[in-house]
């Protein structure tokens, strides 16, 4: 595992994958084990007779922290692996924003879990969006759009929507 120093200086090249040490397809209880090891390791507090490291620590466990709670969450992930595939290494504010005040629209509705017959096409597309593949998550949307008005499924709908027009902005 890289230093603290070596961290700290390359922290805006490292992506919250290999900041936790976590595969991309990590299922959530990997990353939670995950981020408790890195928490460990680069918690402030355990750092304490150096203010020099305690300042490099610091910036790394804020990081750290932050690709926790995006990939903790279901649609922040998709959004930063759409963002990753971008070759950006971090999720813009705008794009954790938009969740919130799309999340405070719907309320607890979109803690309600997904119906069985939709959620393969669900994880296809979030798949599919992880791996860069806007193409196929197009296609999997325009399956799914037509069965569900779901939270959720509006949700990664505008993170096909905003993959797309980023992808035809780059070209």
Known sequence: MLSDKVLAENLDRIDYYTLLGVARD?????????????????HPDQHIDDAETQRRVLKVFKRGSEGYRVLLDPVLRARYDAAVARGESRLSPDAERTKVVGEAKVGSVADE???SDIQPLYT?????????????????????????NHP???ALARDV???EQNLLRRR
């Not at 959530?28 to 981020?35: G, T």
């Not at 969006?129 to 069965?147: E, S, Y």
């Open 113 to 115: 879990p997904l119906p």
């Open 26 to 42: 990590a299922p959530l209880a990997q990353i939670r084990d995950a981020f408790h090891k890195f928490a460990i390791r680069f």
């Open 124 to 148: 296809q597309i979030a798949d599919s969006l992880r791996r860069g593949d806007v193409k196929n998550a197009k296609a999997f949307m325009m399956l799914l759009g037509r069965k569900s």
């Open 161 to 163: 929507l905003e993959a």
């Open 152 to 154: 959720k499924v509006q």
